[in-house]
């Protein structure tokens, strides 16, 4: 695919340093007393492919956008679209209320915030070679103040994503030491139960077992006996080690 042609009149050194299937990335070409600006428009998360934005700087000072003139006014606009698409995204992480907010809004700055910051680094490059050109510096101090924008709220989005993951995890955990308490009681009680359930079965068969006879004192013992043996139980049960999250928080042994 071949790169895109204007209506201007390129120097044969800025020619030589251009591909002939693209602009290519984003940076400052000094040839011959012009400068071409090879930027690049803000990215969309729904795709790899970048439009460039072509600005040149004629040796007298006059600036063309894409070979039309009044580049100068073009850049500004550039600058103020980048500058418009950082209150947007600033907006959206102030709102996001949950999770999936939150990774929308890292989606879409992890782009930007890459692009400005090569962006900056082509209007830097750009003002080191022209010296001190008044409209270029100001658009080099603005592309910094954007992408240093775009870098903190990146840095925000993710901080504020790790927290509310983390908080999710502990409700998490809470919830399962909940539970692992609640069947620990469940297990206690059955280990009790379960002894004095399985005498109450076996002797509550209707099958002449010769016991019928004795006196009302052998029900008493038989039911202090299986209540031991669920005492017992329940002893061997208790005896686990605590969960792994108890474990955690006891002193070490000294």
Excluded: C
Excluded at 70 to 97: P, V
Excluded at 102 to 125: C, E, G, H
Excluded at 211 to 216: A, I, M, N, T
Aim: charged share 20%; aromatic share 8%.
């Amino acid at each position: 695919m071949k790169r895109s042609q204007y209506k201007w009149n390129l120097p044969a050194e800025i020619t030589a340093r251009l591909g002939s299937e693209s602009w290519g990335a984003q940076r400052a070409i000094f040839e011959a007393g012009h400068l071409l600006l090879v930027l690049h428009a803000p990215p969309k998360t729904d795709g790899n492919e970048r439009e460039h934005e072509l600005f040149l700087r004629l040796p007298q000072g006059k600036w063309q956008y894409k070979g039309i003139d009044h580049g100068d006014h073009a850049l500004t606009k550039y600058m103020e679209d980048y500058q418009q698409l950082y209150i947007a995204l600033e907006n959206r992480f102030e709102k996001a209320s949950n999770i999936d907010a939150l990774f929308a809004v890292i989606d879409s700055l992890i782009p930007l915030a890459r692009s400005s910051n090569n962006m900056k680094l082509a209007l830097q490059t750009a003002r080191e070679s022209l010296g001190n050109d008044a409209f270029l510096i100001d658009m080099r101090d603005r592309s910094v103040d954007i992408a240093r924008g775009f870098e903190l709220l990146l840095a925000d989005a993710r901080l504020a994503l790790e927290f509310r993951l983390a908080r999710s995890a502990e409700v998490q955990a809470r919830a399962a030491e909940i539970g692992n308490r609640a069947q620990h009681k469940l297990n206690i009680l059955a280990a009790v139960a379960f002894p004095l359930m399985s005498v109450s079965a076996v002797f509550g068969m209707n099958l002449q077992s010769g016991l019928e006879s004795l006196p009302v004192v052998a029900f008493w013992l038989v039911f202090l006996g299986g209540l031991s043996l669920g005492l017992l139980v329940k002893g061997w049960v208790s005896s686990a080690p605590p969960p792994a999250s108890e474990q955690k928080r006891q002193p070490p042994k000294r």
